[in-house]
């Protein structure tokens, strides 16, 4: 938590240092000296105009340029003092003196560094009633004298002249008048250095397409997809509005020059959302926020439907900013949310759109008229969306990393649990071969998948001459017709477990390779499923184990083991092998495996000294069973025994296990959870776990080298 109060803090502070240091732009621009006229010089680059320009608001639009001539002379025009005038419907006539005091001719330039015009007449001198051109972003691009993005207009004037320049301006725009004069070569030189800046800014945008392009196609993530086509629009969107669109995409087609701004901003509202809520994935840490991405869609896909078809241009900018502005405002808003829920890409994501909101914000005000024409309101919002986009995507590329990182982890786990398996599968297997019953596993036709070496012993096949059979092969026939019958019972037998799926146990009658005589053996099956697929595993021995158990009320018995851990197998199944009588099948297993458990971790941490970091490095590096060999060999272990109490009765088991270990914490390792151990990805430890969940009581010494295990009945 503290940590996310310092993310929100920075992103905060950074904010407002952008605030403060951009502080100069909020105030009403420079205050010029108002003069008549402007005087020409040799090198003029980029002067301003904006001192000596007088301004006359036509409301009617209908005055023509001798009636504005008037109203000029009698003094019905005003000086402005900032170069935006906002949205108005009135015609704009701007009267610009200028006189060339120098001895030479001076070829100058008069720039309008604004694109988005629709109208824009030159009128030069007040003899002819006429203007000299009609230019504009609702006339074709070649009505231009000068191929240029800006309204540029080329003057020559010869030494002493004076001259009157008058510019109408109708716009549904918002009107700017950043009226800018070069000389010839400084206009060239200026216009260079544009295209230069303007090329490196564009230029930059597509290689940040091309890169997330590879990425798209590398990681297949359609967050990158999302991230292309916004990136795309945008790249658009700010063609548009620097008027290069209308220079080289679309020269003649004026109508769509017009409203092709609108659209771009509602298409970059769309996609933007559409990345957005991919990006932070909002639907699982913002369910409930997720859904107004919906609202967002509908609302930016209706409004360049209607700009297309339905609303006049004014209506349809202003609509445009007004949904950039909530849009905007409702990114970062959800940003927050995802970066508290724990997104961790979602920093990079408000820093993103914080910056550039900042700078939207000042072209927004600008538009309304609010702020002066300057460098922060006129370019600063290219500045931001470089700086979105250059996070955004270390956002996105700090999400690979992460990935990379997670999935790096993975493997490293998968090895783990790997080499556990191995290991696994080597005791088990070595448990499996040293095992005195005739052990065995069928596939879902009864044919013998695997057998252990105990089948020699029983009816004197090799394992390998009855993997491969039916399990019906092994009973014996005497070709009577009490065969049919024997046949008959045990294929019974075999449809119980496979449709009930409990353990079954019955006698069966067992060929003998070499005397060709019955042996009858007790035969247990249970299905096994692990990883989704389904095994029966059998076990056939001798009955008179079993058979005595049906008279035994009571039994005590003291084992003492060496530190081998085969010894835990063949203990377990002895103490579980008369409970028949007492509790079900499935039970006995689980007891079994417990039993076994506990008989190994008193050999493993009590008489041999492993501890738990010691058998987890071990297993890891994959070399556990010859650490463990190690320590059997060791003459201080060599000699230590385990000791095992057993005691059966009608109602209840009890067994004591004592190892001539120095003992453990038992108290702190009894709070440890199956959960607990899942997460951490470690494949041991789930003994004691799984003995409390079996057995009545669990008992442990002071010490912590005897446990008690009590089963009641």
Request: aromatic share 16%; with cysteine; net charge neutral.
């Amino acid at each position: 938590m503290r940590k996310e109060i310092r993310n929100r803090s920075l992103i905060l502070s950074s904010f407002l240092l952008m605030i403060f240091f951009s502080f100069p732009v909020w105030g009403e621009g420079p205050v010029y000296e108002k003069k008549d006229r402007f005087f020409l010089e040799e090198k003029m680059d980029g002067v301003s105009l904006l001192p000596y320009l007088s301004v006359y608001q036509d409301e009617t639009g209908k005055k023509s340029f001798k009636e504005v001539l008037k109203i000029f002379d009698q003094g019905g025009s005003e000086k402005i003092f900032q170069n935006s005038l906002g949205y108005s419907k009135s015609a704009i006539w701007v009267r610009l003196k200028t006189e060339n005091q120098t001895s030479k001719v001076i070829d100058w330039i008069l720039e309008i560094d604004y694109a988005l015009l629709d109208y824009v007449d030159l009128y030069v001198g007040r003899v002819s009633d006429s203007a000299i051109n009609h230019s504009g972003d609702l006339r074709e691009f070649g009505t231009r004298p000068i191929e240029h993005r800006n309204f540029a207009y080329p003057f020559s004037d010869e030494p002493g002249s004076k001259r009157e320049v008058y510019f109408r301006i109708a716009s549904s725009s918002s009107i700017l008048l950043p009226f800018l004069t070069f000389s010839k070569n400084e206009f060239i030189e200026h216009s260079s250095t544009e295209q230069l800046a303007l090329g490196l800014y564009y230029g930059s945008m597509l290689i940040m397409v091309v890169y997330n392009l590879f990425l798209l196609f590398s990681t297949k993530d359609k967050s990158y997809l999302y991230y292309v086509i916004y990136i795309l629009t945008y790249i658009l969107f700010q063609f548009t509005l620097n008027g290069l669109s209308f220079q080289y995409l679309w020269r003649s087609s004026v109508l769509w020059a017009n409203y092709s701004l609108p659209f771009s901003i509602f298409s970059v509202i769309l996609t933007a959302g559409a990345f957005s809520r991919s990006f932070l994935n909002a639907p699982e840490y913002t369910p409930k926020t997720s859904k107004l991405y919906y609202l967002l869609f509908l609302l930016s896909f209706g409004g360049m439907v209607s700009t297309l078809f339905i609303w006049e241009y004014r209506t349809a900018i202003m609509s445009s900013l007004v949904l950039m502005f909530f849009t905007l405002g409702f990114l970062i808003s959800n940003g927050i949310q995802c970066l508290i829920a724990g997104r961790r890409e979602a920093k990079y994501f408000l820093f993103a759109w914080s910056s550039f909101l900042f700078f939207s914000f000042l072209f927004g005000l600008k538009s309304f008229g609010i702020l002066p024409n300057n460098f922060f309101t006129l370019w600063g919002i290219q500045v931001g969306s470089v700086m979105e986009v250059s996070l955004l995507s270390l956002g996105l590329a700090d999400r690979i990393k992460r990935l990379s990182d997670q999935l790096k982890q993975r493997v490293e786990e998968l090895g783990k649990i790997r080499n556990y398996a191995e290991e696994s599968e080597a005791k088990y297997r070595s448990l499996f071969e040293v095992e005195e019953d005739f052990l065995f596993s069928l596939d879902q036709n009864w044919n013998i998948l695997a057998a252990n070496r105990s089948v020699s012993k029983h009816i004197g096949f090799k394992p390998q001459e009855v993997i491969g059979k039916n399990f019906m092969e092994l009973i014996y026939k005497a070709g009577e017709l009490q065969d049919a019958y024997k046949k008959l019972y045990v294929l019974e037998k075999l449809e119980e477990l496979a449709s009930e799926g409990k353990p079954v146990r019955f006698l069966g009658e067992f060929l003998q390779k070499y005397l060709r005589e019955p042996k009858e053996l007790q035969v247990q099956f249970q299905i096994l499923e692990y990883e989704g697929q389904r095994e029966i595993l059998g076990r056939a021995y001798e009955p008179d184990q079993d058979l005595m158990s049906r008279y035994v009320d009571d039994e005590k018995t003291v084992y003492s083991a060496n530190n081998y851990l085969q010894n835990a197998e063949l203990l377990s199944q002895r103490m579980t092998a008369n409970l028949y009588r007492f509790v079900d099948p499935g039970t006995i297993t689980a007891m079994r495996n417990c039993l076994r458990e506990m008989i190994i971790n008193a050999i493993e941490h009590g008489n041999l000294n492993i501890s738990f970091e010691e058998k987890t490095r071990a297993m890891s590096e994959g070399n556990y069973f010859r650490f463990v060999q190690e320590r059997q060999k060791d003459p201080y272990y060599k000699s230590k025994k385990v000791k095992v109490e057993y005691s059966l009765s009608r109602d209840r088991i009890g067994v004591r296990i004592t190892d001539e270990g120095k003992g453990f914490n038992h108290a702190r390792l009894q709070k440890s959870s199956m959960e607990k151990l899942n997460s951490e990805g470690i494949t041991h430890g789930r003994g004691l776990t799984l003995t409390l969940a079996t057995f009545d009581l669990v008992k442990f010494n002071s010490t912590g080298n005897q446990v008690t295990l009590v089963k009641y009945f």
